[in-house]
Structure formats: C-alpha cells, structure tokens
C-alpha cells in the first residue's frame, strides 16, 4: 500500500476525521425545554453565581483544545494553518480513542505570539485543557510560558513534553539493560529546537547530569560561549556542554553512551556509532527517515535502538503519553502540568514493561497498547495531589 496516497484518498472519503455528537436527544417538547430554552436558564445562573460549576454543567471537564498555528507541522515546517488541519484533526482522534477525552481542533490565523497568547487565553474557559501542537521554536517556548501563567487550566507544548516523557520512559529501561546509571551516562543529542530541548530538561529531571549532556544543532555544539543561541539554546547551554565543545556532531558522539536524535535523515554514519562506548543507547527520531538507519546503527555496535516509526522496534511515540496526561490532569482538575506530573508519566510508561521482561528489541509497550492511558492518567493524577495543583 502507497500509504500517502491512500491516506489522501481516504481523507477524501472522510470529510474530516471527527465530528460532534450530541449527549442528549431531543424529541419531546419536555427535552427541549430540559436542553434548550426555559430550563437551560438555570445552569448559566448557577455558573454565574459559581465559575466552578462551569466544570459540572457543561462538557468543559472532558473537552482540550487542540492548537497549532501552522507553523511547524510534522516534517512539513510552515504550511499554514488551513493545511494543519488534518493533523489537529487527527489528534483529536487519538485523544478520544485512547483517553476518552473529547477535543477540539483549532488553527489559528496568525504567527504572531501576542496575538496567539491573547486569542487561545480568551477561548480558554471553554475547555478543560490546551494542547498546543506544531508551532516553531523558539516562539512556542514563550507562548506555553505565558500561557501557562494566564490560565487555570493546563496547558501544554505536546511536541516539547510529550516526546520528551516517552523518550525518558525508554531510556529508564534501555539503562536497565545496558547495566549503566543515569546519572553516569554522556548524552549527545542532535537537535536544539523545542524538542531537543525539551528532552535535555526532562532528562535532567530524572537523573542525567546536565554538564554530561551536549547539544547539537545544524551549526555543531551548543555552547554557552556562543553568541548566535536564540534565548532558549542559550538558556539549556548554561548547564549542559560542561566542556564548552565547539565542534560538530561526530566529535561530540565520541565516548558517548546514549545519541538522542530529533533533527534530519541520515546524518548519522556508522563510524560514528562505533566512535561510542561499549552498551550504546540510540534514538535517532528523525521522521520518516531517522538520522541512521536501525540496522546500521546495530551493525555498528549499539547495543538498543529506538525510533519514531511504527515499522521498528522500540517506537518511541508521543501517543504513549498525552492522551494518558490529560486524562490525569482533567480528573483531578489540575491548574496545570507541573514538572513532578511529567516525571511520574514517564515512570509510569516505563513501568509497564516487568524488568524480567524487558529485551533490547522491547524497552517501551506499544504506541497501540490501550492499557496505557488510564496508568499513567493515575500517576499524574496522585503527583498533581502530591504538588498542590489538583483541585478535586
């Protein structure tokens, strides 16, 4: 099967991928009246007098929005956001098939972050929650910041967090096999834009000494005494590269123990995989086509290999976390996802797979497996009590 061209035969078809289903049927003058007018009066009283009710009244407690501006959609880089459609919809979808959790799509006119902060921040009490999704670094940074402190509902950068919670969960079992400590092992990444950097932190969080970690964008290593760092390059650089290398990518892969890839196809060679210590750990995420190929970066010595695809072992999918995230922070109504929420995600995914269990070709559960959501919705749900932002 030619997989884009039927998908595009099949979007046809379609018509859109979701669609809005009522709750309640209306087939009396009594539902009427109960739905609609007279009676519905009473709800938006009882909202007036008490915002919270907005959560019990109305679908707002299950509903998240889904947002892009267009501006970095999949591989594809600013396409608009008219042609971004198609992957909010599709989010949407795996949001309500993996979660039970309704959610809308929506593609804002503007690139701007001023206007993109103000439009999403006047919408937001209409939801429980927002998605942000396929907007460019470095502006997503500052408008999930800003967000964040506007609103009293969860907001979050999927592209940025949620990548980086499953890449965590993998990398906490793949240590497990290769027999090495997290807070021991030399990271070398390929990418420093909103995921790669996104990555760094949470790697951080877990364990990882950040002076062992080192960056690399399309230029070489990402250094603290590099003047040309956008503002969030320069702000990881001042605790990672504790060497300040300036070099490219395959100096900084040598001794490394893990290579974290979410940047371009095929820039990785297998000299470069052997230039690594013994019981390499290699994510090469480049989608469709990963910095080096599985069987390369095998053939070459790594001893656990994770991509992005579906058609490898070890897919490393974001879908493992933000139906699961959301569905924790909705229930208990959380204000927002803290770093302590992230973290327990990513235990939780790695949990799933017993040490007994784990193999090199199996360090993570499928991106299909429907048991995944309601445990780390769980997890994030007890972290969110633990850290004061959950509200029931």
Known sequence: MDIRKESLSKHSEWKGKIEVVSRVSVNTREDLSLAYTPGVAEPC???RDDPSLSYTLTRRS??????????????????????????MEGKCVLFKEF????????????????????????????????????????????????????????VFHDDQHGTAIVVAAAMINALKLVGKKIGDIRITMSGAGAAGISIARHMIRIGADPGKIILCNSKGTVSRDDPSLNPAQAEIAKI???????????????NADVFIGVSAPGIVNEEMIRSMNDGAVVFPMANPTPEIMPNLAKSAGAAIVGTGRSDFPNQINNLLAFPGIFRGALDCRATRINEEMKAAASYALASLIKDEDLREDRIIVSALDRSVASVVAESVKKAAAATGVARI
Do not use: Q, W
Not at 240 to 254: C, I
């Open 240 to 254: 990672t590269n504790e060497g300040m290398l300036r070099s490219n990518l395959a100096d900084a892969m040598k």
């Open 62 to 87: 299950n509903l998240v929005a889904v947002i892009t501006d267009g501006s970095a959609v999949l591989g594809l880089g600013n396409i608009g956001h008219l042609a971004g459609m198609p992957v």
């Open 45 to 47: 009283l009882a909202i």
């Open 99 to 154: 979660a039970d959790v309704d959610a809308f799509p929506l593609c804002i006119r503007s690139n701007d972050v001023d206007e993109i902060v103000n439009t999403i921040y006047l919408l937001s009490g209409s939801f429980g929650g927002i998605n942000l999704e396929d907007i460019s670094a470095p502006r997503c940074f500052e408008i999930e910041k800003r967000l964040i402190e506007m609103c009293d509902i969860p």
